[in-house]
């Protein structure tokens, strides 16, 4: 801004310079290279490196991430995936909606993971959008599916795998740990921090990763059955019709029989109560990238990590909110 006097009437006004930011100390340019060098880097660190104060960094940085903001436009997905983080100890909660179509976050609210907190979005969203919903991703969280089937009634209910995935890892894990408890002395030896080298992929393991699980499996019966189980289990993806995943799902869990692996008879009778939704997956409308959410989730916690100590909740969401978007 700048001030100026009319010739005509006297009076003394504000010309508007498009080429300064919302803070007339600083051009667009210099308040656009501040943004885009804090998508790599803390505020501490920039504001070190250009000689400015922590809260003209954040500031700048916010007004940038406005217009980033701006300039993406309203959503309106097709196809969306529905997670929660946790913004602090103590289970505080927000919801994270994506647009899958677009890979690209696009709400981040809510005041917990609840039925009444998902329904904030789709109030946001308005019903005729909210209408136009096809597929909704999320987890086994049932306020979430309530939610959805509310206010978007036509979009088919697609759960996670990469959830469904962590759970059977997790039901791998109490069996280790099961193991551990029933042996002694030398015998416990193969299964003593072993922990991760079971739950990776085996692709992900290194030479000596490999050995060590090659070594375990070999000396215990019944982790090499349920690591074998485990393995199999993500076959159930690759089936294009319902039929066919549900007869590989029923000679899975048939497999379990005489095993006494109770941790997997429990994931088996959650995975059969949840069929619907694991079952849409074959549906060819229904292939959307759904590494994208878990991924978002993996950079939504590099962010955090880089704001540590910074409890502004509007500067996170609009972090997470442009994340995806690109540079100004």
Same mark, same amino acid.
């Given at each position: *801004?700048?001030?100026?006097?009319? @010739?005509?009437?006297?009076?003394?006004?504000?010309?508007?310079?498009? =080429?300064?930011?919302?803070?007339?100390?600083?051009?667009? &340019?210099?308040?656009?290279?501040?943004?885009?060098?804090?998508?790599?880097?803390?505020?501490?660190?920039?504001?070190?490196?250009?000689?400015?104060?922590?809260?003209?960094?954040?500031?700048?940085?916010?007004?940038? *991430?406005?217009?980033?903001?701006?300039?993406?436009? #309203?959503?309106?997905?097709?196809?969306?995936?529905?997670?929660?983080?946790?913004?602090?100890?103590?289970?505080?909660? &927000?919801?994270?909606?994506?647009?899958?179509?677009?890979?690209?976050?696009?709400?981040?609210?809510?005041?917990?993971?609840?039925?009444?907190?998902?329904?904030?979005?789709?109030?946001?969203?308005?019903?005729?959008?909210?209408?136009?919903?096809?597929?909704?991703?999320?987890?086994?969280?049932?306020?979430?599916?309530?939610?959805?089937?509310?206010?978007?009634?036509?979009?088919?209910?697609?759960?996670?795998? =990469?959830?469904?995935? @962590?759970?059977?890892?997790?039901?791998?894990?109490?069996? &280790?740990?099961?193991?551990?408890?029933?042996?002694?002395?030398?015998?416990? &030896?193969?299964?003593?921090?072993?922990?991760?080298?079971?739950?990776?992929?085996?692709? /992900?393991?290194?030479?000596?990763?490999?050995?060590?699980?090659?070594?375990?499996?070999?000396?215990?019966?019944?982790?090499?059955?349920?690591?074998?189980?485990?393995?199999?289990?993500? #076959?159930?993806? /690759?089936?294009?019709?319902?039929?066919?995943?549900?007869? =590989?799902?029923?000679?899975?869990?048939?497999?379990?029989?005489?095993?006494?692996?109770?941790?997997?008879?429990? =994931?088996?009778?959650?995975?059969?109560?949840?069929?619907?939704?694991?079952?849409?997956?074959?549906?060819?409308?229904?292939?959307?990238?759904?590494?994208?959410?878990?991924?978002?989730?993996?950079?939504?916690?590099?962010? #955090?990590?880089?704001?540590?100590?910074?409890?502004?909740?509007?500067?996170?969401?609009?972090?997470?909110?442009?994340? *995806?978007?690109?540079?100004?």
């Amino acid at each position: *801004m700048r001030r100026v006097q009319c @010739r005509s009437c006297g009076s003394v006004k504000r010309e508007r310079l498009d =080429f300064l930011a919302s803070n007339p100390r600083y051009t667009k &340019r210099f308040a656009y290279y501040v943004g885009r060098r804090c998508r790599q880097a803390s505020i501490r660190d920039v504001a070190k490196e250009l000689r400015l104060d922590w809260e003209t960094v954040k500031t700048l940085e916010k007004q940038y *991430m406005e217009v980033q903001l701006a300039r993406a436009g #309203q959503p309106g997905p097709k196809a969306i995936g529905i997670d929660e983080i946790s913004i602090r100890k103590g289970h505080s909660y &927000r919801i994270v909606v994506s647009d899958l179509e677009r890979k690209r976050p696009i709400w981040f609210g809510g005041q917990d993971r609840s039925e009444a907190s998902m329904a904030q979005f789709y109030a946001w969203l308005g019903e005729r959008k909210s209408h136009r919903i096809r597929l909704a991703v999320m987890d086994m969280w049932k306020p979430f599916r309530n939610a959805t089937t509310a206010a978007a009634p036509q979009a088919a209910i697609l759960f996670d795998k =990469f959830h469904i995935m @962590r759970h059977l890892g997790e039901a791998l894990d109490r069996v &280790r740990k099961a193991e551990y408890a029933r042996l002694s002395g030398k015998d416990r &030896r193969f299964i003593k921090g072993q922990k991760y080298t079971l739950l990776s992929h085996h692709e /992900n393991l290194s030479l000596d990763g490999k050995r060590s699980l090659a070594l375990l499996l070999a000396a215990n019966k019944r982790l090499n059955t349920a690591y074998l189980l485990k393995e199999t289990f993500g #076959q159930l993806w /690759n089936y294009r019709r319902e039929g066919w995943a549900r007869r =590989f799902f029923d000679n899975w869990r048939a497999s379990l029989k005489w095993q006494r692996l109770k941790p997997y008879e429990r =994931f088996a009778d959650m995975i059969d109560r949840h069929w619907d939704g694991i079952a849409a997956y074959c549906k060819p409308e229904n292939k959307v990238s759904l590494g994208f959410v878990e991924g978002l989730n993996n950079k939504i916690r590099v962010l #955090q990590r880089r704001a540590y100590g910074l409890r502004d909740e509007h500067y996170l969401r609009l972090k997470v909110l442009t994340c *995806m978007l690109p540079a100004l």
